[in-house]
């Protein structure tokens, strides 16, 4: 089996070369014979990591301890879909299942009916080939998945107990698909400039490829956030760490680009702006991998390998030269028909702002990531950047950002009446001081907190009274229920109303963020047996501390007795496992939740007296983090129900 799945690595590298000539040439001689036959060679690249991939499950879920990457992320203790999901526990088997998705993506613009046929196609997949050359030249060269031990161990060596959660079943493959489908905006863009046509047609398959990879970005950071909050057990959500900051910022840029593809395809505006987004989002998912592949950063998330990173550097500064190449030699496309913002206080204004709020987010959490390599560069030193800049720096750029989405749904198109506007806020405004005065009263003094909580219901309450706004004017001139009307709504303008529920979810965030960074309350006790602590409304008394034994691990657990001040009443258990195949023990945290708050309480050590010191800690409104998230999934959903106009052949 070791020469079956090398051979389709060293298949895929030639049929990807083969295509990647057969369009370049085709292209080049406008013979349409060559590009079907590039396009037979993605067929042949798909068939051909299909079955690579396949079989390197096969082998992960069989336990063939032969092979090397079986044996270093599998054991026979493991459930089979843990060992399935060893597929993306390191480099060789994630990389494989990158070009599959790749693979499989081009397989999708090659043959389906809306791609076919569109005339950028065959410049989207000649770039698209670029990439999948570059995948398996590494994967049959430097990471070959199929390489075979040199003596067959008994067991293997098992996979890191943190990524023994369903958090990570969901979290890489979404972040994956997320990285993936960028390379195809890219490669589209690339194609119109090659192409010299700058028409509509180039928005919708933008737009829509652009929607899917935000999605899936928007999945794997709070996916993540999740897993790292429940499994780490340090009581936080979002560290920015290196690796959580590189899927961050693609997704900063792919929010500003279906922001200004909605001014391209209604005012034709930010046609420069859109190439520049679109081929910042693709490097910057370059830059990610780089991150997580070559060392170069520390971070809980990310592999060591620094050959890998040099193959990636050596990648990314090819492309590099290869887009400003064609940048600049059609900058005469892309630069044509400019239009002029008419009016200050408009939508155009408004989403460009937006867009500047976001790049300078993004261009914020980039120099706080990269800033050890350069002080290492510079003085030898590398200086680590930890949450405090971040928080400091994103946290006004944020409540900003936040702040023009409470205006922008009643600022209009071209202008804007101001008294009007004023008209419009005046209801939200009163609503919001009125909430803003309520947490002053009851004890929370904190300015800053109270004008971010005043910001961000502002904006949930714009957004509620222009949806139902809509609702009750179709419904009285339909005479249909409220249910059918707000059904037909976000059946026939779904990326409007789609667009409202995203933003509804991103105010739940934005409070538990707020609700979680400003009240949250920590303490590291240590109680003897039958020794309680009390916590805001939270008493803990200290029943016990026992161990049992599982066929792969230890179990040494602290039970809890958790009292609140409504007389109720839970029973927690702090855990620390100790796996016989990992050297280091890991938390399962005892976690009481609700709407308002968390109890999170991590066993910390103990002693020979069964005494035990806990981390313990109130975090109020997490929970809100989650449920935002579930509400931007779903608008996201239904935006991309929206029909992609403007679609030319």
Known sequence: MYILGYTTMVASFVFALYGLWAYGYGIK??????????????LAVFVTATIGICLLVYLLVTNHFEYKYVASYTNSSLAWFYRFCALWAGNAGSLLLWAFLLSLFALIIAYSKRTQTHALTPYALLVLLMNLVFFFLVLSVNENPFKMTKTIPFDGNGMNPMLLHPGMIIHPVSTYVGYVVL????????????QKDWSTMWVPIVRRWTLIAWFSLTIGNIVGAWWAYVELGWGGYWAWDPVENASFMPWLTTTALLHSLMMQEKKQMLKGWNVALVIVSYFLTLFGTFIVRSGVLTSVHAFSNSTLGTYFLIFMIVMFIFTMYVVVDRAHVWKQNKVVIEHVISKEMSFLVANLIFIGGAVAIFWGTIFPLVSEMLNGKKVNVGPPYFNEVTAPIFLSLILLMAICPIVPWKSASLPIMLRRLS???????CIAVALYVNGKKDLYVILACFIVTLM???????????????????QQSIGRVLVDLLKHNGRKYGGYIVHIGVAFIAFGVIGSQAYSVEMMKTLSLGESVKIGKYELLYKSLDERYEKDKDVVYATLKVHDDNKKTNVLEAEKWFYHHWKEPSSEVALQSSIFEDLYVVLSSWESDRSATFLIKMNPLVSWIWIGGIIMMIG????????MRGWRK
């Open 460 to 478: 949930i309450i714009v957004h509620m009274i222009e949806l139902f706004h809509d609702v009750w004017k179709r419904r009285k001139r339909t």
């Open 636 to 643: 996201a959903m239904i935006a991309m129900t929206h029909p």
């Open 427 to 433: 209801m939200p405004l009163i609503m919001s001081v």
């Open 183 to 194: 390379a195809v905006p890219f490669a589209y863009t690339i194609g119109a400039l090659f």
């Open 29 to 42: 001689r406008k013979k349409e014979m060559y590009l079907e036959s590039g396009k037979g060679a993605v």
